[in-house]
């Protein structure tokens, strides 16, 4: 029987963790997982890692220079990092570090959780290196190669895929149950407190109007967790300070977003990746225009999908259709093995002796500038390797660690309701632990 291949997923939110990790079970689906979860803000607490749906032990917490010590003493044979772009640089440049010849080395996966709609350019040059950066589309992967031809770097690592989170029970109509409209939140889409307030009146609103429906607002954390995105303005506290309270068929939801999308008939978002998991089912899906379809609010993405609409379409009775030649381009209809290329190309690159040094176009040549804060961010040095003391010593100093962690997250639940602004010192210390 073949060895199971030793796959490590290192992620910094529940977002991406569920993305690393299933992203992995595609690439190489008989693998032993290691799990990590870079130490910062936006760790996921156990309930949150619970809510993702993936099975298994709780992912260790490192720093980045504590990871790459990890695969440099360990042999995983392809690793997926599952990060923003700042970090993924980092820990590419720290193996190139690791590797400066060519070696026996992991295969190194990286790519994006959902919806790439901003800072296109800078987060894929930072994810220049790998030798997979994934896209979750047709029409991903074209922009892709796009930016890399134009600043000259080699193309040849986009692959398209899929989200690897897409499935599930194909749609089926309310019939004799309830019918169910969820409205999908986002923790910084909207922004402003007066936005999301208007969102959430007009769901409640929208509960009142049809009182033989039941309206969930899907929320993504508790007062005092964080996700990718910090959520300055829950709708929690909103929601306990709204005139007039929600409808009585309107309530506050938790809960892993594939099992809600089981019972839902009409899911409302402004331009989550809800959206895509929904339109996958075939669930009619709506993405708000009441603020206007703009690039900051990601609504801009759907242009041509056939799901923008207005709380007041939706109040009238509107079911958005989705438009199958949009849906096919954006992979969320991709027929086939979405993966099976990406595969085959893991698979080519175990069955090689040696992979060449890791080689990101952001160097100290070409961004003298920038490259080095990015690298100091992770505590690594300008040549990718880790500054002194940033990679901890003993166990017993990582139990001290989690232990004052778990405190100070208790310390920024219980004050939450002060405020953002109480809080913010308390949560700038928990990323320097």
Not at 235 to 263: F, H, I, S, T, W
Not at 355 to 360: C, E, I, M, N
């Amino acid at each position: 029987m073949p060895e199971r291949k030793r796959v490590a997923v290192l992620a910094d939110s529940d977002t991406r963790w569920k993305w690393g990790a299933l992203t992995a079970r595609r690439l190489v689906p008989d693998h032993q997982l290691a799990g990590y979860l870079l130490r910062g803000r936006a760790t996921p607490t156990a309930r949150q890692l619970g809510e993702v749906g993936v099975q298994g032990d709780r992912p260790a917490e490192v720093t980045c220079a504590e990871f790459l010590a990890e695969i440099g003493r360990e042999q995983y044979d392809v690793v997926v990092l599952a990060l923003v772009g700042g970090a993924v640089q980092a820990v590419l440049h720290g193996a190139r570090a690791l590797w400066p010849e060519p070696a026996a080395r992991p295969v190194l996966v990286t790519g994006y959780v959902g919806v790439v709609y901003e800072k296109l350019a800078d987060g894929l040059l930072l994810r220049h290196g790998a030798d997979l950066v994934l896209a979750n589309s047709r029409h991903d992967a074209e922009r892709f190669r796009a930016v890399y031809e134009g600043v000259g770097a080699d193309t040849g690592a986009v692959t398209e895929t899929a989200l690897p989170f897409l499935g599930g029970a194909p749609y089926e109509p309310a019939g004799s149950r309830t019918h169910t409209v969820v409205f999908a939140v986002q923790p910084s889409v909207p922004e402003s407190r007066a936005d999301r307030a208007y969102l959430l009146e007009r769901a409640t609103r929208h509960a009142r109007q049809h009182p033989e429906r039941e309206v969930l607002i899907k929320l993504r954390s508790r007062p005092g967790e964080h996700t990718t995105h910090l959520e300055e303005q829950p709708y929690q506290r909103l929601a306990a300070k709204l005139p007039g309270g929600l409808a009585p068929n309107c309530r506050l939801v938790y809960g892993n977003m594939g099992e809600v999308l089981d019972g839902t008939d009409l899911l409302v978002t402004v331009s989550s990746t809800a959206a895509l998991e929904s339109l996958n089912r075939s669930i009619p899906t709506a993405v708000l225009t009441d603020l206007g379809i703009r690039e900051s609010l990601g609504n801009h993405h759907f242009l041509g999908s056939g799901c923008l609409a207005s709380w007041d379409q939706l109040d009238a009775g509107l079911l958005p259709q989705a438009d199958p030649e949009w849906l096919a381009a954006q992979g969320v209809t991709a027929g086939g093995d979405s993966y099976a290329v990406a595969r085959a190309r893991v698979a080519g690159l175990l069955a090689e002796a040696e992979l060449p040094p890791v080689a990101p176009y952001y160097t100290l040549t070409t961004a003298p500038g920038y490259l080095p804060g990015i690298l100091a961010r992770q505590h690594l040095a300008p040549d990718g390797t880790a500054l002194p003391g940033a990679v901890r010593q003993t166990a017993g100093q990582s139990r001290l660690r989690r232990r004052l962690r778990a405190h100070l997250r208790e310390a920024a639940r219980g004050a939450y309701r002060h405020g953002v602004q109480r809080v913010a010192p308390v949560i700038r210390r928990m990323g320097e632990l």
